[in-house]
């Protein structure tokens, strides 16, 4: 198999169809394009996600923190706290160990998250430092999204700029070889993306304002995300290549290195969907609270495009094809 997510097909195929225990309680389940699920607990619901770092080496703790805070904002809530689990080769240092907590630890504090527990093992059954996070969020249960309710016409909103993740990852684990055709200030350029890949802020805003849909663009980038909230909302969507912004920074490192920013590992962008009027309202608070916003497409009928091009589903992610 190709390193990497399994593929939606496989995914449907190999893990939910062999899920059969549907408790009444569950309001979300996982499903392709939806990043949590949500318990339904009285008057609040428990929205819960988790998520691996396997593709980047260095910042794990804070990427680990932003990553599974983010899949619990992309449903509207408050992630309050998070489980992690530390899987970490006999060669492992003490300092490692613990420079990863010091970054986990000061970006949940950043986020008012709490670490609530975990687990922290040395074995040779992995061959490098794998982090697992695991966060919990809650909300009202009459504020949570519902995915069905998405019509033809809907806006699709993206926010910030794409694949902001993915280069401040490639700008990390592969400077010295950018160096050789890449001027050091974009590469530090590069690097301080990761200050931006938080969707917390904008994933609540949006959530208090009662959109149908959100999604997290993570491994697979732009197109594996859209292609993933088409399946969600049982949907087409087409989006457009003139609406979608890219760092300078991302645009020079993946020419250098021949990969494709729209299928490029994206935390940090989040896809919103929902009618005209909430996302002139959305567009505004955003604009209010200095987040880049800006609206990309709409929902149509049936397929995934840009402009008129079909996108092909999502394979393995291009941080793969350049780190090891």
């Known amino acids: 198999m190709k390193i990497g997510k399994l593929p939606n097909e496989l995914l449907e195929n ?7 225990n549907k408790r009444t309680d569950i309001i979300t389940r996982g499903a392709v394009g939806e990043d949590s699920a949500v318990i339904d607990f009285d008057k609040y619901a428990c929205v819960v996600s988790t998520d691996p770092i396997t593709g980047a080496s260095k910042n794990i703790g804070k990427l680990a923190i932003h990553i599974s805070a983010n899949d619990v904002a992309s449903n509207g809530a408050e992630p309050v706290g998070i489980l992690l689990t530390i899987l970490a080769p006999p060669n492992t240092t003490k300092q490692e160990i613990e420079n990863i907590m010091i970054d986990a630890s000061n970006t949940a504090k950043e986020l008012n998250i709490d670490i609530i527990g975990g687990h922290t093992e040395i074995t040779n059954a992995v061959n490098k430092i794998v982090i697992n996070s695991t966060a919990i969020g809650k909300q009202l249960k009459e504020k949570t999204l519902d995915s069905k309710k998405v019509e033809r016409g809907y806006k699709v909103i993206l926010t910030k700029k794409i694949a902001i993740e993915g280069t401040s990852i490639i700008a990390e684990d592969i400077e ?10 974009l590469i530090q350029e590069a690097k301080n993306l990761m200050k931006n890949i938080s969707v917390v802020k904008e994933g609540m805003i949006a959530g208090n304002i009662g959109v149908e849909y959100m999604h997290d663009i993570t491994e697979g980038g ?19 290549k003139d609406q979608i912004k890219l760092e300078k920074s991302t645009e020079i490192i993946c020419n250098e290195l021949d990969i494709d920013p729209y299928r490029l590992i994206a935390s940090g962008s989040l896809i919103i969907i929902t009618d005209n009027e909430k996302a002139e ?29 079909r996108i092909d589903p999502p394979e393995s992610d291009e941080l793969y094809k350049v780190i090891e």
Do not use: P, T, W
């Open 14 to 20: 190999l893990v939910f169809k062999l899920l059969e």
């Open 222 to 240: 732009l197109f594996g995300a859209i292609y993933e909230a088409s399946q969600a909302i049982d949907k087409g969507i087409r989006i457009y």
């Open 176 to 185: 010295d070889k950018l160096r050789n055709n890449i001027d050091d200030n």
């Open 281 to 309: 309202n959305i567009l505004k608070k955003f604009k209010e609270a200095q987040i880049e916003s800006s609206i990309i497409g709409e929902v149509i009928d049936d397929g995934v495009f840009l402009d008129n091009e």
